[in-house]
């Protein structure tokens, strides 16, 4: 009896350690490539550190959070980044549900239109950028050539190179490339919505809109709530798009918070007011993370 | 009747309206891409654009290959791309089992919640640090540091994907196979991961287009052109060749075509794989 007791546990005690092995490779990659300079960061935003005087070091207090609060360039990077987030997320939400609601009717072709509209999501951003750069460039753009021919605009415009319009051009390339995401989600959702309940309502009489706001959009809650969760966080620290189309020119107009970081890294290469303001913005997404959190534990409960 | 004739009929047209329109919206960018690579030089540079090429060349495109360095460009893509994807699919094939198998010990459930929290922390704040780090081990500048990077950021999803492969296969295979000595690695390499090859091939691609479509850091890692890949590459040309549109656009019908065949192959699992999360999230 005793010694059949000490062979599971032997068994299990093996099972652990196989157990712990096999996931140690994984955790080592986060450990040294997440964990670590995550805590780096937080770290430097308290000392004085620049790559240009190494020999310059110590505690730094709140020095560098202060001097990035009163950077003259950090309100409007700030503004600019808000703007940039509401207006992407918004717009692809939009898209979303209209190209997710119109694939979710019985018609012809449904496959090949949902392969197509997938695509803008798997190309590189550089590509994205890079074509409508071109498409856009006030010289021989096809877009800028077109909407003069049909009136739309009295002439070319440098869309990307004027400080009213580059912000917002940006925003609709980003628009074009990530709405896809939220097609495919609420796709899957708009399946799950029970059909025999629409259809009991339509006898009853409820008309489509009725139908759309009473039974779809609350079935759609959940999903929409993950969505933007997701790309509120994905599109207030995204670098590539607004780096590879104008760099957060012309003068600034379109400079967003992480193009800031990474001009105080990578050119001014300050890493203790860099490391501060990454702090700052962890911390946003701490307090989104910690939103959606209690959110999601009170509706679970209710 | 749930709803009139004519109503069905309107809706249907508004449906087909909806989705064209959609369509052009999407392709449109791609159709240009890929016309403007064919067209030549005095073509791209009109005031009038045509959907119509008069002369249709190759100029462009034997161009990007002869006279640039797009070919190195690509090779080191496929290096590093090739690389993170073989030792993320290691990695994960291990953490996938795990968490398949015993998420009943605390320590793996620990591990699960940090690989979770680890997919919200955005690269772009860990730059510095990483940038820093690199710069120490010496391998700033090598497609390691790059190979690295990669891997890490996709490890959890791989994990996650694996996962749900390994949780639908009967663990009663591997009990005999233990039975009859085979030690767990073996178990894995002769049971589990026989079964699990579409699986394991589905989050091979998306580790795949992960790294080849990535930019930040292949932009900021990388100093010589020797060791560039194409995604920070491609902004280079611009600097380079400026307003060499046709140059430009061929390189990206270049890059784009490995990405477009691998999507084919894995829409299917992608897309559920993604629409699952979210709509149980």
Same mark, same amino acid.
């Given at each position: #009896?005793?010694?059949?007791?000490?062979?599971?546990?032997?068994? /299990?005690?093996?099972?652990?350690?196989?157990?712990?092995?096999?996931?140690?490779?994984?955790?080592?990659?986060?450990?040294?490539?997440?964990?670590?300079?995550?805590?780096?960061?937080? *770290?430097?935003?308290?000392?004085?550190?620049?790559?240009?005087?190494? /020999?310059?070091?110590?505690?730094?207090?709140?020095?560098?959070?202060? @001097?990035?609060?009163?950077?003259?360039?950090?309100?409007?990077?700030? *503004?600019?980044?808000?703007?940039?987030?509401?207006?992407?997320?918004?717009?692809?939400?939009?898209?979303?549900?209209?190209?997710?609601?119109?694939?979710?009717?019985?018609?012809? %072709?449904?496959?090949?239109?949902?392969?197509?509209?997938?695509?803008?999501?798997?190309?590189?951003?550089?590509?994205?950028? #890079?074509?409508?750069?071109?498409?856009?460039?006030?010289?021989?753009?096809?877009?800028?050539? *077109?909407?003069?021919?049909?009136?739309?605009?009295?002439?070319?415009?440098? *869309?990307?190179?004027?400080?009213?319009?580059?912000?917002?051009?940006?925003?609709?390339?980003?628009?074009?490339? @990530?709405?896809?995401?939220?097609?495919?989600?609420?796709?899957?959702?708009?399946?799950?919505?029970?059909?025999?309940?629409?259809?009991?309502?339509?006898?009853?009489?409820?008309?489509?809109?009725?139908?759309?706001?009473?039974?779809?959009?609350?079935?759609?809650?959940?999903?929409?709530?993950?969505?933007?969760?997701?790309?509120?966080?994905?599109?207030?620290?995204?670098?590539?798009?607004?780096?590879? &189309?104008?760099?957060?020119?012309?003068?600034?107009?379109?400079?967003?918070?992480?193009?800031?970081?990474?001009?105080?890294?990578?050119?001014?290469?300050?890493? %203790?007011?860099?490391?501060?303001?990454?702090? &700052? #913005?962890?911390?946003? &997404?701490?307090?989104?993370?910690? #939103?959606?959190?209690?959110?999601? @534990?009170?509706?679970?409960?209710? | 009747?749930?709803?009139?004739?004519?109503?069905?009929?309107?809706?249907?047209?508004?449906?087909?309206?909806?989705?064209?329109?959609?369509?052009?919206?999407?392709?449109?960018?791609?159709?240009?891409?890929?016309?403007?690579?064919?067209?030549?030089?005095? $073509?791209?540079?009109?005031?009038?654009?045509?959907?119509?090429?008069?002369?249709?060349?190759? $100029?462009?495109?034997?161009?990007?290959?002869?006279?640039?360095?797009?070919?190195?460009?690509?090779?080191?893509?496929?290096?590093?791309?090739?690389?993170? !994807?073989?030792?993320?699919?290691? +990695?994960?094939?291990?953490?996938?089992? !795990?968490?398949?198998?015993?998420?009943?010990?605390?320590?793996?459930?620990?591990?699960?919640?940090?690989?979770?929290?680890?997919?919200?922390?955005?690269?772009?704040?860990?730059?510095?640090?990483?940038?820093?780090?690199?710069?120490?081990?010496?391998?700033?500048?090598?497609?390691? =540091?790059?190979? +690295?990077?990669?891997? !890490?950021?996709?490890?959890?999803?791989?994990?996650?994907?694996?996962?749900?492969?390994?949780?639908?296969?009967?663990?009663?295979?591997?009990?005999?196979? $233990?039975?009859?000595?085979? =030690?767990?690695?073996?178990?894995?390499?002769?049971?589990?991961?026989?079964?699990?090859?579409?699986?394991?091939?589905?989050?091979?691609?998306?580790?795949?287009?992960?790294?080849?479509?990535?930019?930040?850091?292949?932009? +900021?890692?990388?100093?010589?052109?020797?060791?560039? !890949?194409?995604?920070?590459?491609?902004?280079?040309?611009?600097?380079?060749?400026?307003?060499?549109?046709?140059?430009?656009?061929?390189?990206?019908?270049?890059?784009?075509?490995?990405?477009?065949?691998?999507?084919?192959?894995?829409?299917?699992?992608?897309?559920?794989?993604?629409?699952?999360?979210?709509?149980?999230?």
């Amino acid at each position: #009896m005793n010694n059949r007791e000490n062979r599971t546990l032997k068994r /299990e005690t093996r099972s652990k350690l196989i157990a712990y092995a096999f996931i140690l490779p994984a955790l080592l990659f986060f450990l040294f490539i997440v964990a670590y300079p995550l805590f780096t960061v937080l *770290w430097d935003s308290f000392q004085i550190k620049n790559l240009i005087n190494p /020999e310059t070091q110590g505690f730094a207090g709140l020095d560098n959070y202060i @001097s990035v609060l009163q950077n003259p360039n950090f309100i409007p990077a700030l *503004w600019n980044t808000i703007g940039w987030t509401v207006l992407s997320v918004t717009g692809e939400y939009v898209l979303g549900i209209t190209s997710a609601l119109a694939l979710n009717q019985k018609i012809k %072709g449904r496959a090949i239109f949902r392969g197509i509209i997938i695509i803008p999501w798997v190309v590189p951003i550089v590509i994205a950028g #890079m074509t409508w750069t071109w498409m856009l460039t006030p010289d021989y753009g096809v877009l800028n050539i *077109w909407m003069a021919d049909l009136g739309i605009i009295d002439e070319p415009y440098y *869309w990307l190179g004027e400080k009213d319009t580059s912000l917002l051009t940006v925003v609709i390339v980003n628009i074009w490339r @990530s709405f896809p995401f939220y097609t495919i989600c609420f796709l899957a959702a708009l399946q799950a919505v029970n059909r025999e309940m629409v259809e009991a309502a339509a006898i009853d009489g409820a008309g489509i809109i009725t139908r759309f706001r009473k039974i779809i959009l609350p079935e759609l809650k959940s999903v929409s709530m993950v969505l933007i969760f997701i790309h509120v966080i994905w599109t207030f620290i995204n670098f590539d798009f607004i780096w590879i &189309m104008t760099q957060g020119g012309p003068a600034r107009a379109s400079e967003t918070l992480p193009i800031m970081i990474y001009k105080f890294a990578m050119e001014e290469f300050n890493v %203790g007011i860099a490391s501060a303001l990454s702090s &700052m #913005m962890l911390a946003f &997404m701490l307090l989104v993370f910690i #939103m959606y959190y209690l959110y999601t @534990s009170t509706k679970n409960k209710g | 009747m749930l709803i009139s004739r004519k109503m069905k009929i309107v809706l249907k047209i508004l449906t087909y309206l909806t989705l064209v329109l959609f369509t052009l919206f999407c392709l449109f960018p791609f159709i240009w891409m890929a016309l403007t690579a064919l067209r030549p030089r005095e $073509e791209i540079r009109s005031t009038n654009p045509t959907l119509w090429i008069e002369n249709p060349t190759l $100029e462009n495109i034997t161009n990007v290959l002869t006279n640039t360095p797009f070919l190195t460009f690509f090779q080191n893509s496929v290096i590093v791309a090739f690389s993170a !994807t073989f030792l993320s699919i290691v +990695v994960s094939i291990f953490s996938g089992y !795990t968490l398949s198998r015993f998420m009943k010990y605390s320590g793996v459930k620990l591990v699960s919640f940090t690989m979770l929290l680890s997919q919200m922390v955005p690269p772009v704040l860990l730059l510095i640090p990483l940038y820093v780090i690199m710069n120490q081990y010496g391998i700033l500048n090598t497609h390691l =540091s790059l190979i +690295v990077a990669y891997t !890490t950021f996709t490890i959890p999803l791989c994990s996650f994907m694996l996962t749900s492969f390994f949780a639908s296969i009967p663990t009663d295979l591997e009990e005999a196979a $233990e039975m009859d000595g085979c =030690s767990k690695i073996a178990t894995i390499i002769r049971i589990v991961l026989p079964i699990s090859i579409p699986g394991v091939i589905a989050t091979g691609l998306y580790a795949f287009v992960n790294a080849w479509n990535e930019f930040m850091f292949g932009y +900021v890692f990388i100093n010589d052109s020797e060791l560039t !890949t194409l995604t920070p590459g491609i902004m280079l040309f611009q600097g380079i060749y400026g307003t060499d549109w046709g140059s430009i656009m061929s390189a990206s019908v270049l890059s784009v075509l490995p990405v477009l065949v691998v999507f084919v192959y894995i829409q299917r699992y992608l897309i559920e794989g993604m629409a699952a999360g979210a709509v149980k999230g």
